[in-house]
Structure formats: structure tokens, C-alpha cells
């Protein structure tokens, strides 16, 4: 068992598989919607889980709105999707803010923002990525461990900091493949993060 998840770090540290295939589209997708800010820039909010589809669907979506910051809440998903979303985030130098718990694959797609913008008390967490999410998080397999790898190097994350996050999910003391604080390991590693308060809701008023 040892030397399968000694091969696993080996895989991630190098980092030389390329993003594959993607999965077969599922049905439903996150759900879109915009705003604009008192910059005058589109807000693009992605919320809800990322399904197989959502890495073509983001792609159109950015593409027709041209949105400068993606916000985020949601329960995780489809790690290839993350992946996608991710790195036409990084390679656009957009802006991400986690404006609601925000887990697995939604962390991922986190990470890779420019600005990593964060509502105070929000939940970002995460783990490492695995091919089927079931009632636990499982063991990941040498194929999404090669993934990650390649998605933290097109992140310019470091070796280091590579290494540091699979010893967050599954160092010594860790039950399993467990989940841990991604908002805690982003200071860990001096990325450019920025706290918020969250701005006041209000109640509807009864005509």
C-alpha cells in the first residue's frame, strides 16, 4: 500500500500527464447568473455542484459575458470540469470570491483565481480529488492524483506546495482522504488572498 501512494506522489509532483478525455455529460449543470458591481464589472456567480457539462458551459458563459470576478458557493462535483473552469480562470486573470460554503471541486476552482476573494466565515475545503464521490470521500486513483498534479503546475503552485497539500489530506493523523481548511493552506502558501465582510441581506418588505 506503501509504495502505491509513494507512485501517487511521484505521479503528482511530476506533473506531466496532460488534462484528458472529459466524462460523459450528466444531466442538470450549476447554475449562472450576473450582476454588475460598483466598478462596473460583470459578476458572474456559480453556484450549486459542477457537473460534467460545466466546464464547456463556463467557457460559453465567460466568453458571452466577459465577467472580471467568479463567485462561488457550492457542495463540490465533477473534479474535470473544476479543472477546466480553473484554468480558463487563471489563463484570463480573473478574480474568484467564495461567497458561500464552498467545497471539493468549488475550492479547486478557488484556488485559481488572480484574487482569491473570501466572505468572513465562509467555508472553503477540500481534498484530494477522486473519480467517484459516494457517501465518503474515497482514495484517489493514479489518473485524478496526474490531474492534479498537472492543474496545480498550470496554477504555478509549486513542488513544494504540492507536496504540502497531499500531506494535508492524507499525511500522518489524517483519517483517509480527508477534507481540510483550502482557506488555511492558501495563507500557508502567501497566495493573494482577500477578506470580506458579506454585504447585509435584507428581508422583503410586505407590501
Request: some cysteine; aromatic content about 8%; charged content about 20%.
Amino acid at each position: 500500500m506503501r509504495n502505491r501512494w509513494d507512485r501517487c506522489r511521484a505521479l503528482l509532483l511530476a506533473g506531466l500527464v496532460a488534462l484528458g478525455a472529459g466524462s460523459v455529460a450528466g444531466a442538470g449543470a450549476a447554475e449562472y447568473s450576473y450582476r454588475t458591481n460598483e466598478r462596473d464589472e460583470v459578476v458572474m456567480r456559480l453556484a450549486g455542484r459542477i457537473t460534467a457539462m460545466d466546464g464547456a458551459i463556463f467557457l460559453a458563459e465567460v466568453r458571452e459575458h466577459e465577467p472580471r470576478i467568479i463567485e462561488l458557493e457550492g457542495p463540490g462535483g465533477d473534479m474535470l470540469s473544476a479543472v477546466r473552469i480553473g484554468v480558463i480562470i487563471h489563463e484570463r486573470y480573473l478574480r474568484t470570491h467564495a461567497v458561500g460554503t464552498c467545497l471539493s471541486a468549488c475550492a479547486y476552482i478557488w484556488i485559481s483565481g488572480l484574487k482569491m476573494i473570501a466572505d468572513e466565515g465562509v467555508e472553503i475545503s477540500n481534498h484530494l480529488p477522486v473519480a467517484i464521490q459516494g457517501a465518503s470521500v474515497g482514495r484517489p486513483d493514479d489518473k485524478t492524483i496526474a490531474i492534479f498534479g498537472w492543474y496545480l503546475g498550470k496554477l504555478n503552485i509549486s513542488v513544494e506546495m504540492m507536496s504540502a497539500f497531499l500531506d494535508e489530506a492524507m499525511g500522518p493523523g489524517v483519517d483517509g482522504n480527508g477534507y481540510f481548511d483550502m482557506l488555511a493552506f492558501a495563507r500557508y502558501w502567501n497566495a493573494p488572498i482577500e477578506m470580506r465582510v458579506p454585504a447585509p441581506t435584507y428581508a422583503a418588505i410586505e407590501p
